[in-house]
């Protein structure tokens, strides 16, 4: 079984930065694959993006070049979203997603979800 928790989100400015983190827990397999999705209500949930343990990295073209994914293996999993210069339509429910695969389709686990809001 798999916890994640996430913590970060808020209000932020247009043009402002805000950073995302994720902790994930395991007690037998290993996660492979952490990253991020949003949500706004009416629409379905969009990758935003996602990183392996060994480092690879996917991001959705419309966050590419202004966020970046990173991750913390050593002892702990635990993933970070940078986001800068964010935009009013990177407003959404923001969660973490996890699996023991090597991609997010999504994957099998998932945070609570947490609000980040760009605004004026």
């Given amino acids: 079984q798999v916890q994640l928790v996430e913590s970060g989100g808020g209000l932020v400015r247009p043009g402002g930065s805000m950073t995302l983190s994720c902790a994930g827990s395991t007690s037998r397999f290993a996660i492979n694959a952490m990253g991020w999705y949003r949500q706004v209500p009416g629409k379905q949930r969009e990758l935003v993006a996602y990183i ?10 419309s966050v590419k070049g202004r966020f970046d ?15 800068n210069n964010l935009k009013p339509e990177d407003t959404a429910v923001y969660y973490c997603n996890a699996d023991h695969s090597y991609t997010l389709a999504p994957g099998e686990y998932w945070g609570q979800g947490s609000q980040v809001t760009v605004s004026s």
């Fill in 52 to 61: 392996t343990s060994g480092g690879t990295t996917k991001y959705s073209e």
């Fill in 69 to 83: 994914i990173s991750r913390d293996n050593a002892g702990k999993n635990t993933v970070y979203l940078q986001m």
